[in-house]
């Protein structure tokens, strides 16, 4: 078969204007690769002045067909476009005026080395090509004119670079680049948009470095003065924020989110917070844990419900949330928690399904009863809710071991209770660690040897924890087990 009836051959099966060819007579996915391979070596092995007509205009779909995903895609990809954009400047060196690579093309090759899965060398790779054409652009060849898809295309590698640390200063670095080109009339084809300005946003709030959310910050000072920031653009750095472990890296987080909500309320839609906004903000108020949090995380959980209605928050910022409850370590919290859960029951139960509560959602409610610090009296009705919680569970969701073990600290000294909730572990094979320890702590030791049946801590019967995933099972199977992560309340 000819070169040139490969190639059509080949075209014929690829995207079509968005649309693709789902014919029983396609041809094979490894065949079109063969055939690719065969054409670029053909193509690159054609000796410098003897490339014919044909292969020239037949070069650009070569290359686009490299760059599609279902037949390309990887480093052999990005290595097949270079070489097929080299051959063509060794033929323009000889004389060839019709051998042009233009921007397009590269712009080809730079998203093929960004979407590599290459890396940091991908990264690098894309920084090197686009250098090259800025400088052959200063040199007075117009025809591979970066603009501003090359160099959202190296943003994008630097993104793409497996969570290199240094990568989000390389890609300000991109930027603060772009910038200066388009201000300086250099290039005004490069002004940077809110995608560009938001990439390096993400990966300076995804870096963990210590100086990340001041980087955010002045990049989102900057960016203020020529596109208009999004919800996204606040987003990274709420994150960047919520992720800091410096002092008032909360209190900071909680503030923009402010600034985001009266930014709402002003009429900017576009930088109204979102679930994303929210959760982020809860969860870094869960990890300082009091009062004044937990009533920050519940204010924003009825921001949430306000701004995200007819819908409602999704299962996650509601456990959050009960989860800041029972971590406060506040008297009476537990009615908080309870009464957050019974929010999101009625949401559930009049058709939000993506509030479903879960086995996460009631533990976290039995553990804010079994922290009560109040009186005998606050306690016993602490018991009465966790209880309540514990038997409403089976509507929802299974209880896992961290459920039983909350559950037999809550009705700590409440004998009947304890043997009833023990048994039950046993029968749904939940017995770990924290199950036993709570039990030994809840009933008498003669009582806890009559529920043991003569077993000790480290030689149950298999059938009593065959449904836990913690370090008791692994003891028991040899370690040969992946440890799995334990459930938190």
């Not at 004119?145 to 240094?166: C, E, H």
């Not at 109204?272 to 929210?278: F, G, L, R, T």
């Not at 995380?297 to 910022?317: S, V």
């Not at 304890?418 to 702590?441: H, N, P, T, W, Y």
Request: charged share 25%.
């Amino acid at each position: 078969m000819s070169f040139s009836s490969k190639l059509w051959l080949l075209l014929a099966v690829l995207p079509v204007t968005g649309a693709y060819v789902t014919s029983h007579g396609a041809v094979p996915v490894k065949r079109q690769q063969k055939w690719l391979r065969e054409m670029t070596t053909d193509i690159c092995q054609q000796p410098p002045g003897e490339l014919t007509e044909d292969m020239l205009q037949r070069t650009p779909h070569l290359m686009h067909a490299w760059s599609d995903a279902r037949i390309g895609g990887g480093k052999e990809s990005a290595l097949a476009l270079e070489s097929l954009l080299v051959r063509l400047a060794e033929e323009r060196s000889m004389g060839n005026d019709q051998a042009i690579a233009s921007t397009e093309d590269y712009n080809c090759l730079l998203e093929v080395w960004a979407h590599s899965r290459s890396g940091i060398a991908a990264a690098e790779r894309c920084e090197q090509i686009l250098t090259e054409m800025e400088d052959r652009f200063k040199l007075g060849d117009n025809t591979v004119k970066p603009d501003l898809k090359s160099f959202k295309a190296v943003l994008m590698a630097w993104k793409l670079a497996d969570g290199a640390k240094f990568a989000a200063v390389r890609a300000q670095r991109i930027l603060e680049w772009t910038i200066r080109l388009a201000s300086t009339g250099e290039n005004e084809d490069v002004l940077p948009d809110a995608d560009c300005f938001d990439i390096v946003l993400q990966l300076w709030s995804r870096s963990g470095l210590p100086d990340a959310p001041a980087k955010t910050e002045q990049l989102f000072a900057t960016k203020m003065d020529s596109v208009k920031p999004r919800t996204a653009s606040y987003n990274a750095v709420l994150a960047a924020w919520c992720k800091s472990k410096k002092g008032g890296a909360t209190t900071r987080a909680y503030q923009i989110l402010g600034f985001m909500e009266g930014r709402a309320q002003a009429g900017d839609v576009a930088a109204a917070p979102d679930e994303a906004s929210y959760t982020a903000v809860v969860s870094s108020l869960l990890k300082s844990p009091g009062a004044l949090s937990a009533r920050r995380a519940e204010d924003i959980l009825r921001q949430a419900e306000a701004r995200i209605a007819p819908q409602a928050p999704d299962t996650i910022l509601y456990n959050t949330v009960i989860g800041c409850w029972a971590r406060c370590n506040k008297g009476k919290a537990y009615r908080k928690a309870r009464s957050i859960l019974d929010r999101q029951i009625n949401n559930f139960e009049h058709g939000l399904k993506r509030s479903k509560p879960d086995v996460y959602g009631f533990t976290s409610v039995i553990a804010s009863c079994s922290m009560e610090p109040g009186g005998s009296e606050e306690r016993t009705k602490a018991f009465h809710v966790a209880l309540g919680a514990f038997q409403q569970m089976n509507r929802y969701d299974k209880p896992n071991h961290v459920t039983y073990g909350t559950m037999l600290k809550a009705d700590y000294l409440r004998h009947k209770w304890a043997k009833k909730i023990f048994r039950q572990s046993i029968r749904d094979g939940l017995v770990g660690d924290m199950v036993i320890s709570r039990m030994r702590e809840s009933v008498s030791p003669p009582i806890f040897r009559d529920l043991m049946q003569g077993h000790s801590r480290r030689n149950l019967p298999e059938a009593w924890f065959c449904n836990v995933h913690e370090k008791r099972k692994e003891r028991a199977q040899g370690g040969n087990k992946k440890r799995r992560k334990r459930a938190e309340v």
